[in-house]
Protein backbone atom coordinates (compact mmCIF):
# COMPACT_ATOMS: atom_id res chain seq x y z
CA UNK A 1 0.00 0.00 0.00
CA UNK A 2 2.57 2.13 0.97
CA UNK A 3 4.44 1.33 -2.21
CA UNK A 4 1.71 2.57 -4.44
CA UNK A 5 1.67 5.36 -2.62
CA UNK A 6 5.00 6.40 -3.18
CA UNK A 7 4.76 5.21 -7.03
CA UNK A 8 1.42 7.47 -7.43
CA UNK A 9 3.56 10.72 -5.54
CA UNK A 10 6.41 9.89 -8.35
CA UNK A 11 4.17 9.89 -10.91
CA UNK A 12 2.55 12.82 -9.83
CA UNK A 13 6.18 15.21 -9.62
CA UNK A 14 7.16 13.61 -12.76
CA UNK A 15 4.11 14.55 -14.54
CA UNK A 16 4.36 18.20 -12.69
CA UNK A 17 8.11 18.27 -14.03
CA UNK A 18 6.48 17.21 -17.58
CA UNK A 19 3.89 19.51 -17.31
CA UNK A 20 6.80 22.34 -16.23
CA UNK A 21 9.02 22.14 -19.00
CA UNK A 22 6.33 22.05 -21.67
CA UNK A 23 4.91 25.26 -19.98
CA UNK A 24 8.46 26.91 -20.02
CA UNK A 25 9.07 25.36 -23.88
CA UNK A 26 6.15 27.48 -24.65
CA UNK A 27 7.20 30.58 -22.56
CA UNK A 28 10.24 30.24 -24.39
CA UNK A 29 8.82 30.23 -27.69
CA UNK A 30 6.70 32.85 -27.31
CA UNK A 31 9.55 34.67 -26.13
CA UNK A 32 11.60 34.41 -29.54
CA UNK A 33 8.44 35.08 -31.38
CA UNK A 34 8.24 38.68 -29.75
CA UNK A 35 12.31 38.81 -30.46
CA UNK A 36 11.71 38.24 -33.84
CA UNK A 37 8.63 41.17 -33.95
CA UNK A 38 10.94 43.61 -32.36
CA UNK A 39 13.62 42.57 -34.72
CA UNK A 40 11.67 43.52 -37.60
CA UNK A 41 10.44 46.96 -35.69
CA UNK A 42 14.19 47.66 -35.81
CA UNK A 43 14.27 48.75 -40.10
CA UNK A 44 12.10 52.02 -38.56
CA UNK A 45 14.15 54.69 -37.47
CA UNK A 46 10.57 55.57 -36.27
CA UNK A 47 7.79 53.54 -35.07
CA UNK A 48 5.30 54.24 -38.11
CA UNK A 49 2.48 54.47 -35.27
CA UNK A 50 4.05 57.62 -33.94
CA UNK A 51 5.38 59.04 -37.10
CA UNK A 52 1.67 58.28 -39.34
CA UNK A 53 -0.46 58.96 -36.92
CA UNK A 54 -2.73 61.72 -37.60
CA UNK A 55 -2.26 64.72 -35.05
CA UNK A 56 -4.13 68.30 -34.92
CA UNK A 57 -1.26 69.92 -37.23
CA UNK A 58 -1.39 67.51 -39.56
CA UNK A 59 -2.64 68.21 -43.42
CA UNK A 60 -3.41 65.70 -45.83
CA UNK A 61 -2.62 67.74 -48.42
CA UNK A 62 0.79 68.45 -46.95
CA UNK A 63 1.57 64.43 -47.13
CA UNK A 64 3.79 63.32 -49.89
CA UNK A 65 2.08 60.29 -51.32
CA UNK A 66 5.44 58.99 -52.85
CA UNK A 67 7.48 59.42 -49.57
CA UNK A 68 8.45 56.46 -47.01
CA UNK A 69 8.70 57.89 -43.59
CA UNK A 70 11.05 55.95 -41.06
CA UNK A 71 11.99 53.85 -43.60
CA UNK A 72 15.17 54.22 -45.66
CA UNK A 73 15.29 50.72 -47.34
CA UNK A 74 14.91 49.84 -51.34
CA UNK A 75 11.57 47.98 -52.39
CA UNK A 76 13.11 44.54 -51.95
CA UNK A 77 14.51 45.34 -48.69
CA UNK A 78 10.31 46.37 -48.24
CA UNK A 79 9.16 43.25 -49.64
CA UNK A 80 11.32 41.35 -47.96
CA UNK A 81 10.37 43.13 -44.92
CA UNK A 82 6.67 42.37 -45.47
CA UNK A 83 7.13 38.83 -46.01
CA UNK A 84 8.40 38.21 -42.61
CA UNK A 85 6.34 40.21 -41.04
CA UNK A 86 3.45 38.13 -42.50
CA UNK A 87 4.88 34.93 -40.93
CA UNK A 88 4.73 36.71 -37.64
CA UNK A 89 1.18 38.31 -37.97
CA UNK A 90 0.79 34.60 -38.92
CA UNK A 91 2.09 33.43 -35.62
CA UNK A 92 -0.21 36.53 -33.41
CA UNK A 93 -3.40 35.15 -35.40
CA UNK A 94 -3.59 31.67 -34.73
CA UNK A 95 -2.58 32.68 -30.67
CA UNK A 96 -5.64 35.32 -31.02
CA UNK A 97 -7.57 32.96 -32.48
CA UNK A 98 -7.04 30.05 -29.82
CA UNK A 99 -7.49 32.27 -26.99
CA UNK A 100 -10.88 33.97 -28.50
CA UNK A 101 -12.30 30.64 -28.17
CA UNK A 102 -11.68 30.39 -25.22
CA UNK A 103 -13.31 33.69 -24.37
CA UNK A 104 -10.27 36.00 -24.28
CA UNK A 105 -11.99 39.04 -25.88
CA UNK A 106 -9.04 40.27 -27.81
CA UNK A 107 -9.46 41.29 -31.42
CA UNK A 108 -8.82 43.63 -34.36
CA UNK A 109 -10.63 45.79 -36.63
CA UNK A 110 -8.93 47.62 -39.84
CA UNK A 111 -10.42 50.20 -41.78
CA UNK A 112 -8.90 50.60 -45.14
CA UNK A 113 -10.05 54.25 -46.96
CA UNK A 114 -8.69 55.44 -49.89
CA UNK A 115 -9.40 56.90 -53.21
CA UNK A 116 -10.16 54.64 -56.02
CA UNK A 117 -6.88 52.55 -56.71
CA UNK A 118 -5.00 53.45 -53.76
CA UNK A 119 -3.98 50.05 -53.17
CA UNK A 120 -6.66 48.73 -50.56
CA UNK A 121 -7.10 44.95 -52.24
CA UNK A 122 -3.39 44.81 -52.89
CA UNK A 123 -2.92 45.36 -48.76
CA UNK A 124 -5.20 42.58 -47.67
CA UNK A 125 -3.31 40.12 -50.28
CA UNK A 126 -0.04 40.89 -48.88
CA UNK A 127 -0.19 41.60 -45.57
CA UNK A 128 -2.23 38.32 -45.12
CA UNK A 129 -0.29 36.07 -47.20
CA UNK A 130 0.47 33.52 -44.88
CA UNK A 131 -2.46 33.46 -42.13
CA UNK A 132 -4.98 31.17 -41.73
CA UNK A 133 -8.53 31.79 -43.06
CA UNK A 134 -10.21 30.62 -40.14
CA UNK A 135 -9.99 33.64 -38.12
CA UNK A 136 -9.90 36.25 -40.57
CA UNK A 137 -13.44 38.31 -41.97
CA UNK A 138 -12.95 40.78 -45.05
CA UNK A 139 -15.78 42.63 -46.23
CA UNK A 140 -16.31 45.65 -48.40
CA UNK A 141 -18.83 47.98 -48.14
CA UNK A 142 -20.73 49.50 -51.27
CA UNK A 143 -23.53 51.57 -52.00
CA UNK A 144 -25.89 50.60 -48.96
CA UNK A 145 -28.71 47.97 -50.18
CA UNK A 146 -32.20 48.67 -50.25
CA UNK A 147 -32.12 46.36 -46.80
CA UNK A 148 -29.46 48.18 -45.74
CA UNK A 149 -31.26 51.60 -46.05
CA UNK A 150 -34.35 50.24 -43.88
CA UNK A 151 -31.74 50.57 -40.66
CA UNK A 152 -29.66 52.72 -38.94
CA UNK A 153 -26.26 53.02 -41.52
CA UNK A 154 -24.15 51.73 -38.46
CA UNK A 155 -26.55 48.41 -38.63
CA UNK A 156 -24.68 46.96 -41.44
CA UNK A 157 -21.30 47.73 -40.00
CA UNK A 158 -22.18 45.57 -36.35
CA UNK A 159 -22.86 43.14 -38.56
CA UNK A 160 -19.30 42.37 -39.60
CA UNK A 161 -17.61 43.14 -36.73
CA UNK A 162 -14.54 40.91 -35.71
CA UNK A 163 -15.68 38.23 -33.26
CA UNK A 164 -13.61 37.09 -29.88
CA UNK A 165 -9.78 36.25 -31.02
CA UNK A 166 -10.68 37.35 -35.18
CA UNK A 167 -9.59 39.95 -37.75
CA UNK A 168 -12.06 41.86 -39.34
CA UNK A 169 -11.17 44.05 -42.31
CA UNK A 170 -13.59 46.38 -44.20
CA UNK A 171 -13.14 47.78 -47.71
CA UNK A 172 -14.10 51.25 -46.96
CA UNK A 173 -16.52 51.46 -43.67
CA UNK A 174 -19.20 53.79 -41.80
CA UNK A 175 -17.23 56.67 -42.98
CA UNK A 176 -18.53 56.26 -46.68
CA UNK A 177 -21.30 57.74 -44.53
CA UNK A 178 -20.46 60.72 -43.83
CA UNK A 179 -18.22 61.78 -46.81
CA UNK A 180 -20.47 60.29 -49.61
CA UNK A 181 -23.31 62.59 -48.42
CA UNK A 182 -21.23 65.26 -47.97
CA UNK A 183 -20.02 65.71 -51.85
CA UNK A 184 -23.45 64.47 -53.15
CA UNK A 185 -25.62 66.51 -50.79
CA UNK A 186 -27.95 63.25 -50.38
CA UNK A 187 -28.74 64.42 -47.04
CA UNK A 188 -29.31 67.26 -45.04
CA UNK A 189 -25.76 68.84 -43.29
CA UNK A 190 -26.81 68.52 -40.05
CA UNK A 191 -27.65 64.81 -40.53
CA UNK A 192 -24.20 63.68 -41.86
CA UNK A 193 -22.18 66.06 -39.36
CA UNK A 194 -23.87 64.77 -36.05
CA UNK A 195 -22.42 61.58 -37.41
CA UNK A 196 -19.30 62.26 -36.33
CA UNK A 197 -20.22 62.12 -32.81
CA UNK A 198 -22.42 58.94 -33.45
CA UNK A 199 -19.07 57.02 -35.02
CA UNK A 200 -16.85 58.02 -32.30
CA UNK A 201 -19.37 56.62 -29.63
CA UNK A 202 -19.62 53.66 -31.66
CA UNK A 203 -15.78 53.23 -31.95
CA UNK A 204 -15.34 53.89 -28.40
CA UNK A 205 -17.65 51.09 -27.36
CA UNK A 206 -16.57 48.63 -29.37
CA UNK A 207 -12.82 49.29 -28.19
CA UNK A 208 -13.56 49.45 -24.77
CA UNK A 209 -14.91 45.76 -25.29
CA UNK A 210 -11.58 44.26 -26.09
CA UNK A 211 -11.71 45.24 -29.79
CA UNK A 212 -8.29 46.92 -31.01
CA UNK A 213 -9.51 49.59 -33.77
CA UNK A 214 -6.55 50.20 -36.71
CA UNK A 215 -8.03 53.27 -39.14
CA UNK A 216 -6.22 53.43 -42.21
CA UNK A 217 -5.67 56.26 -44.71
CA UNK A 218 -4.04 55.40 -47.88
CA UNK A 219 -2.50 58.44 -49.52
CA UNK A 220 -2.32 58.74 -53.14
CA UNK A 221 -1.56 60.90 -55.74
CA UNK A 222 -3.69 62.00 -58.63
CA UNK A 223 -0.74 61.30 -60.80
CA UNK A 224 -0.50 57.29 -59.55
CA UNK A 225 -4.20 57.17 -59.73
CA UNK A 226 -4.40 58.15 -63.61
CA UNK A 227 -1.37 55.85 -64.25
CA UNK A 228 -3.66 53.05 -62.64
CA UNK A 229 -6.89 54.02 -64.37
CA UNK A 230 -4.94 53.42 -67.53
CA UNK A 231 -3.37 50.42 -66.75
CA UNK A 232 -7.22 48.79 -66.09
CA UNK A 233 -8.21 50.24 -69.36
CA UNK A 234 -5.58 48.50 -71.22
CA UNK A 235 -5.65 45.13 -70.00
CA UNK A 236 -9.32 43.09 -70.39
CA UNK A 237 -8.21 41.21 -67.28
CA UNK A 238 -8.94 44.43 -65.27
CA UNK A 239 -11.69 45.79 -66.95
CA UNK A 240 -14.02 44.98 -64.22
CA UNK A 241 -11.90 46.78 -61.31
CA UNK A 242 -13.18 50.12 -63.62
CA UNK A 243 -16.09 52.14 -63.23
CA UNK A 244 -17.06 55.13 -65.27
CA UNK A 245 -17.87 56.98 -61.76
CA UNK A 246 -14.58 57.05 -60.39
CA UNK A 247 -13.90 59.60 -63.32
CA UNK A 248 -16.49 61.39 -61.49
CA UNK A 249 -15.09 61.30 -57.99
CA UNK A 250 -11.35 61.94 -59.33
CA UNK A 251 -12.91 65.36 -60.91
CA UNK A 252 -13.96 66.35 -56.97
CA UNK A 253 -10.66 64.81 -56.07
CA UNK A 254 -10.06 68.35 -53.94
CA UNK A 255 -13.63 68.06 -52.62
CA UNK A 256 -12.70 64.61 -51.35
CA UNK A 257 -9.35 65.53 -49.39
CA UNK A 258 -11.55 68.23 -48.00
CA UNK A 259 -14.63 66.07 -46.72
CA UNK A 260 -11.42 63.47 -45.75
CA UNK A 261 -9.72 66.33 -43.69
CA UNK A 262 -12.78 66.80 -41.37
CA UNK A 263 -13.13 63.52 -40.92
CA UNK A 264 -9.46 63.06 -39.51
CA UNK A 265 -10.02 66.22 -37.14
CA UNK A 266 -13.53 65.17 -35.69
CA UNK A 267 -12.80 61.02 -35.45
CA UNK A 268 -9.40 60.76 -34.79
CA UNK A 269 -9.27 59.42 -31.24
CA UNK A 270 -7.18 57.89 -28.27
CA UNK A 271 -9.17 54.79 -28.91
CA UNK A 272 -9.40 54.78 -32.62
CA UNK A 273 -7.24 56.81 -34.27
CA UNK A 274 -6.29 57.51 -37.58
CA UNK A 275 -3.23 56.56 -39.71
CA UNK A 276 -2.26 58.52 -42.88
CA UNK A 277 -0.15 56.72 -45.09
CA UNK A 278 1.93 57.63 -48.59
CA UNK A 279 0.59 54.91 -50.76
CA UNK A 280 2.16 55.85 -54.43
CA UNK A 281 5.23 53.26 -53.43
CA UNK A 282 2.72 49.93 -52.34
CA UNK A 283 5.29 47.99 -51.16
CA UNK A 284 5.60 51.06 -47.99
CA UNK A 285 2.27 51.16 -47.45
CA UNK A 286 2.18 47.64 -47.61
CA UNK A 287 4.92 47.60 -44.69
CA UNK A 288 3.12 50.15 -42.69
CA UNK A 289 0.01 48.36 -42.55
CA UNK A 290 1.85 45.13 -41.74
CA UNK A 291 4.39 47.00 -39.13
CA UNK A 292 0.87 48.71 -37.16
CA UNK A 293 -0.79 45.14 -37.50
CA UNK A 294 2.05 42.73 -35.88
CA UNK A 295 2.74 45.47 -32.99
CA UNK A 296 -0.82 45.67 -32.04
CA UNK A 297 -1.53 41.89 -31.80
CA UNK A 298 2.11 41.25 -29.84
CA UNK A 299 1.16 44.00 -27.61
CA UNK A 300 -2.00 41.88 -26.42
CA UNK A 301 0.94 39.53 -24.79
CA UNK A 302 -1.00 36.49 -24.75
CA UNK A 303 0.17 33.26 -24.13
CA UNK A 304 -1.16 30.04 -25.37
CA UNK A 305 -4.93 28.75 -23.32
CA UNK A 306 -4.80 26.21 -21.14
CA UNK A 307 -6.04 22.71 -22.13
CA UNK A 308 -9.90 22.31 -21.34
CA UNK A 309 -9.78 18.77 -20.46
CA UNK A 310 -8.56 15.94 -18.43
CA UNK A 311 -5.46 15.24 -20.50
CA UNK A 312 -4.81 12.36 -18.61
CA UNK A 313 -8.39 10.90 -19.36
CA UNK A 314 -8.21 11.91 -22.80
CA UNK A 315 -4.65 10.22 -23.53
CA UNK A 316 -5.90 6.66 -21.45
CA UNK A 317 -8.86 6.49 -23.74
CA UNK A 318 -6.84 7.39 -27.17
CA UNK A 319 -4.11 4.85 -25.73
CA UNK A 320 -7.27 2.26 -24.89
CA UNK A 321 -8.67 2.46 -28.21
CA UNK A 322 -4.70 1.98 -29.66
CA UNK A 323 -3.90 -1.73 -27.82
CA UNK A 324 -7.69 -2.90 -28.95
CA UNK A 325 -5.86 -2.89 -32.90
Known amino acids: MASDKKKSARKNGDDAAKEDRKAKKVA ?5 EAKSSEELSAVWSLPPAQLLRFHSHTRLTDIDPASRPGFDGDQDDGEKFIANSSAEIANYQRLMYANGI ?28 QVDPMGIHYHGFGKPTAEELEH ?10 PSKGWISIFDRSQYEDIVMPRINGTYPEDVWKARYAQINDFEAEVASSGCAIIKIFLVSSKQAQRQHFLKRLDDPTRYWKFDPSDLDARERWDDYMEAWQEVFEKTSTSAAP ?44 LNAEGNEH
Open 28 to 32: KRLAK
Open 102 to 129: HGDPHRVLIILQGMDASGKGGIVRHVFS
Open 152 to 161: DYLWRIRKEL
Open 274 to 317: WYLIPADNRWYSRMAVSELLRTTMKNFNQTWPPLDADRDEALRR
